[in-house]
């Protein structure tokens, strides 16, 4: 019976002392005529300087931003609008029509605080080139990087990924 207790109390102690991660949630939204890429940090601590990356370079369906009525989209364009978290932002992404790329540069985020920014997507490949729907998104890969640490995953189907970042601070 002894050895029952004092093993419960070393495992509680075990899994109580494990350091908490810091989670970022990524999620995109299709829409129309506007798509939502929402950054959400719900775990129990601040996240720090870094720079997040939406980089659609081997996703399944060619995806670029369509931000301008002339270029590489099709039919309906809609330029990059911060919806939510700007205090968050160092400055705004230069986004152009046509990229693969985009890269927003952080002083921080605060525990259960978004950063939330409306554009359109397009993909390359398919039929339906105004509408990313089912895996097209799959392939899409979302980071984060900062003087410390560097995650990178890959989306899917579900068009939402979770980053797990440093170690929050006690």
Do not use: H, W
Not at 3 to 27: K, Y
Not at 98 to 118: H, R
Request: proline share 2%; charged share 20%.
């Amino acid at each position: 019976m002894r050895n029952s207790i004092l093993s419960a109390v070393v495992i509680g102690t075990i899994a109580f002392s494990s350091p908490a991660l810091a989670e970022i949630r990524v999620e995109f939204i299709e829409g129309a005529p506007k798509d939502r890429f929402v950054f959400t940090n719900f775990s129990d601590c601040d996240i720090g300087a870094g720079i997040f990356k939406i980089d659609f370079t081997n996703s399944n369906a060619g995806l670029i931003f369509d931000v301008s009525g002339s270029g590489a989209g099709v039919e309906v364009f809609q330029p990059f609008e911060l919806t939510s978290g700007a205090e968050f932002l160092t400055t705004l992404p230069i986004i152009s029509d046509g990229d693969q790329l985009a890269v927003l540069d952080i002083s921080g985020l605060k525990t259960n605080a978004s950063i939330a920014f409306t554009i359109d997507v397009d993909d390359t490949l398919g039929a339906r080139a105004i509408t990313v729907s089912d895996s097209e998104i799959s392939g899409t890969t979302v980071s984060f990087q900062s003087e410390s640490t560097t995650v990178s995953t890959v989306m899917e189907e579900e068009a939402e990924v979770k980053l797990s970042l440093q170690e929050c601070d006690a």
